[in-house]
């Protein structure tokens, strides 16, 4: 009986837990859309205008900016940051136009 109760409570606490975290990822992932869109732009600009290694590319990332990830194509020089699970986006070096980021191929945020 009393392994019964704190097992059902245990399973309550993760459904309340996992929703929490759904909720929090739904609220930032705007904030990620965007932090991904100008870490891919600066990135490409640090490493095919600039000529640098992506690794020093990160210095030039805003605080806050940390949890994104990069990395890079040198065959279609293109430069991809991304946030695991949350947000990816890629933008390519033309040698006329500089870095172009590649449409966007998610769902619209829309502001309730």
């Given at each position: ?82 946030v695991p699970l949350l947000a990816s986006r890629s ?5 006329v136009l500089g870095c172009q980021p590649e449409p ?9």
């Amino acid at each position: 009986m009393m392994a019964r109760r704190i097992g059902l409570g245990a399973l309550t606490l993760f459904v309340i837990a996992l929703i929490a975290a759904w909720g929090y990822a739904r609220s930032i992932t705007p904030k990620i859309e965007l932090g991904v869109g100008y870490g891919a732009r600066v990135a490409c600009a640090c490493r095919y205008i600039g000529n640098r290694d992506l690794n020093s590319c990160y210095r030039d990332f805003e605080p806050g900016m940390e949890q994104i990830s990069l990395k890079d194509d040198p065959k279609l020089k293109t430069v991809t940051a991304y946030v695991p699970l949350l947000a990816s986006r890629s933008v390519r070096y033309d040698p006329v136009l500089g870095c172009q980021p590649e449409p966007f191929k998610g769902t619209p945020y829309r502001v309730p």
